[in-house]
């Protein structure tokens, strides 16, 4: 579909990747305005949290205990934008010991991640993060 002479995939992919240059800039109010006031946010592995207050505490969370950037960034999205993807590379690194995982001593990580979104109205409305946990737990055991 196209709209002010704009596809609607075009647009998907330009927010996309305009919440990824905010993370990876730590500019998380920058992400947050890319999210819907209901956004479905599915956390790796756990639970799902409703609504962007529970994402800006997610993201207070993951700065506290971990430092990434996400790099090899590839998104992708259906033609009407109503869903995209993202195939990403982090490198992070453990800095506080985070509720449930192996103490945290500052430990270097380098893993494979993706992501789905689905798409409303020019705001994301959900988000699913996915990576290999025991791949992770693999790279910062002690």
């Not at 075009?10 to 730590?26: H, I, P, S, V």
């Not at 690194?93 to 500052?106: I, K, N, R, V």
């Not at 993060?129 to 025991?134: D, E, G, R, V």
């Amino acid at each position: 579909m196209i709209v002010d002479g704009v596809r609607s995939m075009d647009r998907a992919t330009e927010l996309l990747l305009r919440y990824y240059t905010a993370f990876n800039k730590g500019d998380w109010e920058g992400m947050l305005s890319c999210l819907s006031d209901d956004v479905r946010h599915a956390i790796n592995q756990g639970g799902e949290e409703i609504g962007v207050e529970a994402f800006r505490s997610f993201l207070g969370r993951m700065n506290r205990c971990y430092k990434e950037q996400l790099r090899d960034i590839v998104v992708m999205a259906n033609a009407d934008g109503s869903r995209g993807a993202a195939e990403y590379v982090v490198h992070g690194q453990y800095l506080q010991t985070d509720e449930g995982l192996p103490a945290a001593a500052g430990q270097r990580y380098v893993l494979p991640g993706g992501a789905f979104f689905a798409i409303e109205d020019g705001l994301i409305t959900r988000v699913t993060n996915y990576y290999n946990l025991n791949d992770w737990l693999r790279q910062v055991a002690p």
